[in-house]
């Protein structure tokens, strides 16, 4: 199993219509379309909806180091509504302990404005994870 | 219309299986039961989902004063994987100015075991909402 | 050693006119009588004044489980600018885990109003701090 | 006045040895010797210390701008315990609204390691400070 194919049973996020476009150790992008399931009651996209598609590149990107690595803590601060287009999240390593690890992700739209920005800190579990024999990490 | 009415326009929350159970200027009380369609990879609730419901909680207890809010920055700490059950998540005040709002809300599951804490900050702008005329805030 | 000796070694707290005044495990109360010293270019407490005041109650509560607690991320919301008289900090577990544990600290002044909001997540080490012996913890 | 300046009337930051390099709307440079008066019971650095020296990157950067900026919230992650040398804060913008806006500091020790990661939002008041006229800002 790869790790793509490992985070295509992330039900929540596949459900979320968010595709994980490329992943490696300490890097992911993954996007979304924004559709009308996507929108809050003031017509923007829902907070969560963001969150949901930075926690996935998030998620790929410190996992593909092989240990299942669980969120401790997430910010999120949100820059401009947008109620349409596409929603691209990147994820870059910041700092990575053996223990901890914490990641940024950026949210642009399709005309590359930052949406929001999420940082995140992980705790890396000794667990290595299924598609590690395969992906040689 | 009321706010309870509003929020059934929250797509994602809806979208989520989210349900606004009470409402009031300063405190919300929302649910959520955990099916499959909420599981990340590991199988456990995916943050984006406690993110979503903590959040439809928080924007309806800040929305509730009547001024449109609009969330600035939040962050969520986890403390416990779940698989199954019912997740609550109940927002209360923290400070509210006339411009900035600060929240909390107690993601709980139905053993009352503390799955995540969400702080979260609004900017509350001048445009009243649809519902104030009707609920008299 | 007593826990509160132990802490009269951290300096910079020391420096800044910070006492701790109370500390059992999951618990600290710690007060800064507000002098010229701690004001910014504003004339109002500076956020990081604030913060030690709140930190150290915060490191206090943790490490008086007897291991030693490493700061993971700390956030802080301003609420109020003081310019004189007494702030509080008064820290308090959230969620204690073997590996993690979240505390929050509220900062009042001797009005008891709230001046800010402290939420922080620690890493617990398996070393053992040199008052655990005596307190019995 | 240059905001050179107006920062030497920060006090708390003078105080604990702080002295600011650069600045520039959008972007400072700070840096802090470290003696024993910043350390803590541990004999590391002390949160608040770190805290402090980028709150003042942070304040100089936002600040320059010309409108006072009210700082809202701020999480800092640690990365590395350090007890000697100097650490340097360098604040950039994020992303500036009318109202509010984010910056991030990066802490860094003379060997160019990353100490700790600081993000920040402020509130932007309307009022002037007093170097603006002087710096045409």
Redesign the interface.
């Known amino acids: 199993m790869t790790i793509k194919e490992?985070?295509?049973?992330?039900?929540?996020?596949v459900?979320?219509g968010i595709e994980l476009l490329a992943v490696e150790p300490g890097k992911a992008l993954a996007k979304m379309d924004i559709c009308?399931?996507?929108?809050?009651?003031?017509?923007v996209?829902?907070?969560?909806?963001i969150?949901?598609?930075a926690?996935?590149a998030f998620?790929a990107a410190v996992n593909a180091y092989g240990n299942?690595a669980?969120?401790?803590?997430?910010?999120?601060?949100?820059?401009k509504?947008v109620g349409n287009g596409t929603l691209f999240a990147e994820a870059k390593a910041?700092?990575v302990?053996k223990?901890?690890a914490?990641f940024e992700v950026h949210v642009t739209n399709q005309a590359q404005e930052?949406i929001a920005?999420f940082?995140a800190?992980a705790?890396r579990k000794e667990l290595s994870l299924p598609f590690v024999e395969n992906a040689g990490y």
Chains 1, 2, 3, 4 share one sequence.
């Open positions: 490992f985070f295509k049973n992330d039900r929540y996020a459900f979320s009308d399931m996507h929108l809050n009651a003031g017509n996209v829902q907070g969560g909806a969150f949901t598609l926690d996935l998620a299942l669980m969120s401790v803590e997430t910010s999120i601060r949100y820059f509504g910041v700092h302990h223990k901890l914490t930052l920005l940082t800190t705790f």
